[in-house]
């Protein structure tokens, strides 16, 4: 987060502001009043850029969305043509998160937060979840594994069971083990693809 | 939860009604004046009995613990000095809960919401997903798991992240495969306990 009077624009100042309060304070423990002061601009520019409060905190999502993205390449970037490698390196940084992001995933604490089925936010959050656990399944085919989808599902469940475990048992908690349970469950799915490769081979 | 004019105390009405109307609303989206008139009370009679909104949501979260304890008692019964068999009822409980509880968890969605690190409820989940925790890990071990710790953890896991799961990517998502990863996970440490047991024989 820049501080107000940096460069940055008034707009992407409210979006970093917000972000970094909602994180704190959850979306309706904090108000437009407050955003604006500590953005160092004005409820009349918020509502000019976002239109509402609502619109606001889906595109804070959109921001953090577009984040994830950027991990996704940057994988692919560290392990080239190499699934198994890619795997490895999607549990590391989950446990990474686990770690250092202890406040849990912005998008499920959202999800969670709001109440209203209409909210903008939802569908943002509803779309990239997807998308996350659609390229998890990819790499996981690529990899081999003996049932793609399934291990995906197997993935995606430890890593949101582990991020909101932390929160609520803490760093000793289930979510310590993270990493191992999740590498098993790789190992385990290709070694059966191996396996059921040979029998058709 | 019961209608205002029923025999139920007003300390039991302001119980039920508020736990219902947070969980519909969350618990910044409902306020004392709300739970009192929907109670068929009034503020004084509330604060009498609980001192403050923060005390009567740790006093909903400990109405939510209580009737878990049951469940557990419920699975002693329907599965006497059988472990495997209440590990299977364990996952059925949660499969139902998935299917029938899509709003989550209240305890974990409470969690969430509050921010306070103080906040007097947040004791009283942390000590509750721990003792869940602790008897999932016992019947783990009295089914012979290999490693009744990592099992218990695995599985919470998985509940949680269904749990989580089941609100934002519906009822096709990952946590469709909650019970069938879940029931896989106890085969193999049991089945692995089973072949180390022989090792050691």
């Known amino acids: 987060m820049e501080e107000p009077g940096t460069?940055?624009?008034?707009?992407?100042?409210?979006?970093?502001?917000?972000?970094?309060?909602?994180r704190k304070h959850g979306i309706r423990g904090i108000g437009v009043d407050?955003?604006?002061e500590a953005a160092g601009t004005n409820?009349?520019?918020?509502?000019?850029?976002f239109g509402s409060k609502d619109e606001l905190v889906a595109e804070c999502i959109r921001g953090q969305a577009a984040h994830a993205d950027e991990k996704w390449a940057k994988l692919a970037c560290e392990y080239p043509n190499d699934p198994v490698g890619q795997l490895g390196g999607w549990i590391k940084m989950v446990a990474n998160y686990i770690c250092t992001e202890v406040h849990g995933c912005d998008l499920v604490n959202t999800?969670?937060?709001?109440?209203?089925?209409?909210?903008p936010a939802r569908a943002v959050i509803a779309?990239?979840?997807?998308?996350h656990l659609r390229k998890l399944a990819e790499v996981c085919r690529a990899a081999g594994a003996a049932d793609p989808e399934l291990l995906a599902n197997t993935l995606?469940?430890?890593?949101?069971g582990a991020r909101v475990s932390r929160q609520i048992n803490g760093a000793d908690?289930?979510?310590?083990?993270?990493?191992r349970v999740a590498e098993a469950a790789v190992a385990a799915s290709i070694a059966a693809g191996v396996a059921g490769a040979a029998e058709v081979g």
Do not use: N, Q, W
């Open 43 to 49: 409820k009349m520019t918020l509502y000019r850029h």
């Open 34 to 36: 407050a955003i604006v």
């Open 127 to 131: 779309e990239f979840k997807t998308v």
């Open 173 to 179: 908690g289930p979510s310590a083990r993270f990493m």
């Open 111 to 119: 999800a969670i937060e709001l109440h209203e089925d209409e909210h």
């Open 7 to 22: 460069k940055s624009s008034p707009r992407d100042r409210i979006v970093d502001t917000a972000t970094a309060l909602f």
């Open 156 to 160: 995606y469940m430890l890593m949101e």
